[in-house]
């Protein structure tokens, strides 16, 4: 532990390979993702814009890390010896509907629109504009979309106690 000025920094070396393709590092993410989410639940997307802007940010990056953590179960190797992400990956790896098909996750009509919101989320969340021409300026305004969003997690959350009670 270092300190410095008052401020006390810890450091933490690891092996990008072995933490990258452990199903419990994603997972973790995954459930810090949705509980920050959840805590700003109540913002209504039209008084509080920005606020539901971020919300969705962190649910897609919450769907991607648990789609990661599918892939990892499946054995799928994330992040290569070399601690990059895997090229058969790249084309796919923050793309919510790609990766879900990727791994075999069966999406209604509406689990499909709500993971290319949420995909399109992932970008307009962090940014005031959307750095991405192909996204063509738009913003998502979602209000009813939780119970799907709650099915698709439940469905892909069973998916991976699957594969790891496989083994």
Do not use: C
Request: aromatic share 10%.
């Amino acid at each position: 532990m270092k300190t410095s000025k008052g401020i006390r920094t810890i450091e933490f070396r690891y092996d990008r390979e072995e933490i990258g393709n452990l199903p419990n590092a994603w997972e973790g993410i995954f459930k810090a993702l949705i509980e920050s989410s959840e805590k700003i639940k109540d913002a209504d997307p039209i008084k509080e814009f920005e606020l539901f802007r971020v919300k969705l940010m962190l649910r897609g990056m919450a769907v991607e890390s648990l789609l990661k953590t599918l892939a990892i179960s499946k054995g799928f190797k994330l992040i290569t010896s070399d601690g990059k992400l895997n090229k058969d990956f790249k084309e796919i790896s923050h793309d919510l509907v790609g990766l879900a098909k990727r791994f075999d996750v069966e999406l209604s009509n509406d689990e499909e629109k709500i993971l290319r919101i949420l995909t399109d989320s992932i970008e307009t969340g962090r940014y005031p504009v959307p750095v991405k021409e192909t996204l063509k300026n738009r913003f998502w305004i979602v209000p009813t979309y939780e119970d799907q969003f709650y099915q698709f997690l439940k469905k892909t959350i069973d998916l991976v106690n699957i594969e790891s009670a496989k083994a």
